[in-house]
């Protein structure tokens, strides 16, 4: 190589183009030049040729991972992968907006389950465990879904909040094109290494470029985090070897001091765009309406309840990003990037756990409440609308006897998050805590099969089922079974195959189902009712002809007064479906002077329903926004 032989003193000047042999290039497989990311290395060796004593020493060897310019992270998987999830939940809202409950929960809850899988994949990056380069690559795809997206004025945000309280942002990528080697200061084995770790670095600014080396198996991590020191400057005198979310945000080319703030600007970026559109829909088909160019029973639930709506959005919303800000906020207070950044994380996480604890225990007082007075707990939960639109997202897609598993569900986000945040020091300990965790949870799932129906179970037991296998690999790949390089570079091909083949399946059949019920005239008929007659329970004022809904305003004697609007509450000691809870209340009549046992007796059935039609309609709230649990008043 032209620069280090004849060695000078003063600058180098590699010329690292070399013209291999043809013997040289025939033993090369074939299968370095089409696998992606290949787990390959080169090594340099420098021997001593001089005619003295030590002629044919080895002086120094420069070992390197090598890729052949291929790899599985692409940004157009994030993307497409983003679209279709964010699609299928909007589908899932329209559809439901036009009283077809039965299509949007399914949707929902399969979407909803996509969404966990795309989180998985992207904690299982985020992990200490030494992933092969095709791994890594692969769960970078799914970063989007944990905020660790970069753009630049965020980034720059992101910096500046943190050194305004107080803390030190790295440098890392911003030193990459100055570090320099010092020799007389080291080893040749040190120099080696260094050497190594700086051709990776600058390849690593370009993730097409044909050579990409990682500063790996140096036996000591010296980040700014694990040494606990934050004035320790990133270029120290060992090697620098970053790993978990380190790795993650290397490679998403973010300074590792930014990561939280930049997937919790995110988070409640989101969240505000998200409200802004739902205030503008709400207004635009108002104005629709008004112009006549809609059917004013188009989206009525929505209209006369647009608020409850948006809170059980916003609760929604909360739960798509508990994982994300769990593994984030954990992370944070163990690397205390900043005390801001601290009180942010602290407060986030405390915030999002009381209100989801509270959500649940509203949802079970509200059904054991149910079960108690009607002996089904789905009696209240999906009759009532206000519960059901603000709370619903906890327990719709289960069956009605299991809507106690989002507590379960949540503890085991809550756990698994907490892993990859807090034990960022042992890719060994997270892989073993993890299977054993995901082990219980597909035991848990598969036997009681808490989900709506067949195949809800099965499209998330096979989700738990493949993250099973996937902690399994992420034991294997942490070396504490001594399996040669080449084993461990098979098994990560496996990994990407098996998951990116049910990535794929789970995002055709959510495009299915969602192209279903875009143009089909009535998508319910695709899935069959559910045994725990929840359709009977659930009330939409648009769904409902004028005999049937005076038929049942008759039997319910909601004829005789007006309306008034109650909200279930779980603190207090009733609601609208416990006042007539002791059985049917004999109504007078005043034209005949007597009572009756039953509104039917005396007069003809039909001729009633149709004669207190309009009248019904008049003097009752239509919405059924306005009415409490079971309609009863």
């Known amino acids: 190589m032209k620069g280090l032989c004849p060695m000078t003193s003063g600058q180098i000047d590699i010329k690292s183009n070399i013209q291999l042999s043809k013997d040289a290039v025939a033993a090369i497989p074939d299968i370095a030049y089409t696998v992606p990311d290949l787990d390959g290395q080169v090594q340099i060796r420098i021997t001593d040729n001089s005619d003295g004593g030590n002629s044919g020493a080895e002086l120094a060897c420069v070992q390197a991972d090598l890729s052949n310019g291929q790899t599985v992270y692409q940004k157009a998987v994030g993307w497409i992968t983003a679209i279709i999830a964010g699609l299928a939940l909007l589908v899932a809202a329209v559809v439901a907006g036009l009283g077809h409950s039965n299509t949007a929960a399914h949707i929902s809850a399969n979407t909803m389950s996509l969404f966990g899988f795309f989180q998985a994949q992207a904690m299982f990056g985020m992990t200490a465990v030494p992933l092969p380069p095709i791994v890594a690559s692969w769960t970078q795809n799914f970063q989007w879904s944990m905020g660790v997206i970069r753009i630049g004025f965020i980034q720059d945000i992101a910096t500046w909040y943190q050194r305004s309280t107080g803390g030190e942002a790295d440098t890392i990528l911003s030193e990459l094109s100055t570090t320099s080697v010092d020799v007389e200061k080291r080893s040749l084995e040190k120099r080696a290494l260094d050497v190594g770790r700086e051709m990776g670095s600058r390849a690593a600014q370009y993730f097409n470029s044909d050579l990409f080396k990682r500063a790996a198996h140096s036996g000591t991590s010296l980040t700014k985090r694990q040494m606990g020191s934050s004035n320790m400057p990133v270029a120290a ?83 798509i990003g508990f994982p994300q800000m769990t593994v984030l906020c954990f992370w944070e207070m163990t690397v205390r990037d900043s005390a801001g950044c601290v009180a942010l994380a602290v407060i986030t996480i405390l915030t999002m756990l009381a209100m989801l604890g509270w959500v649940c225990a509203k949802v079970v007082l509200i059904a054991r409440r149910s079960i108690s007075l009607h002996k089904n707990p789905a009696y209240i939960l999906y009759s009532d609308p206000v519960c059901l639109h603000k709370w619903g997202f906890l327990y719709v897609q289960f069956k009605a006897t299991a809507y106690w598993f989002i507590i379960p569900l949540l503890s085991f986000i809550l756990i698994f998050g907490l892993l990859v945040g807090v034990a960022q020091g042992s890719g060994t300990a997270q892989a073993i805590a993890l299977l054993i965790l995901d082990c ?78 875009i143009f089909s005239k009535n998508p319910d008929v695709r899935y069959q009712p559910m045994r725990d007659d929840r359709g009977s329970f659930i009330k939409s004022q648009s769904n409902l002809t004028t005999e ?47 009572y009756d046992s039953s509104p039917f007796v005396g007069h003809d059935r039909s001729a009633s329903m149709r004669s207190d039609a309009s009248r019904h309609r008049t003097q009752n709230n239509a919405s059924p926004w306005q009415r409490g649990a079971g309609y009863e008043r």
Request: glycine letters at 8%; proline letters at 3%.
């Open 237 to 319: 005198s060992k090697p620098l070897t970053v790993h978990g979310i380190d790795r993650v945000a290397f490679r998403a080319n973010i300074e590792a001091s930014n990561v939280f703030m930049t997937g919790y600007i995110f988070f409640i970026v989101f969240i505000g765009l998200v409200v802004i559109s739902v205030v503008a829909f709400k207004w635009i088909l108002e104005a629709l309406a008004k112009s006549g160019k809609i059917k004013g029973d188009k989206f009525q639930d929505f209209r006369n309840g647009w608020t409850t709506v948006l809170k059980g959005i916003l609760f929604r919303l909360i739960l």
């Open 440 to 517: 219980g949870y597909l035991i848990a799932l598969s036997i009681l099969r808490p989900y709506m129906d067949k195949k809800t179970n099965a499209f998330n037991i096979s989700i738990a089922a493949i993250n099973f296998v996937s902690c399994i690999f992420l034991l294997f790949f942490t070396e504490v079974f001594g399996l040669p390089g080449l084993v461990v570079g098979v098994m990560g091909v496996i990994f990407f195959i098996m998951n990116a083949a049910f990535a794929l399946i789970l995002l055709l059949m959510i495009m299915v189902a969602s192209g279903f019920a």
């Open 548 to 594: 049937l809904d005076a038929l049942g305003a008759t039997a319910r004697g909601e004829n005789k007064a007006p309306f008034k609007p109650r909200e279930i509450d779980a603190d207090s000691g009733s609601s609208s479906s416990m006042d007539n809870s002791q059985g049917y209340k004999p109504v007078y009549n005043k034209e005949n002077t007597s």
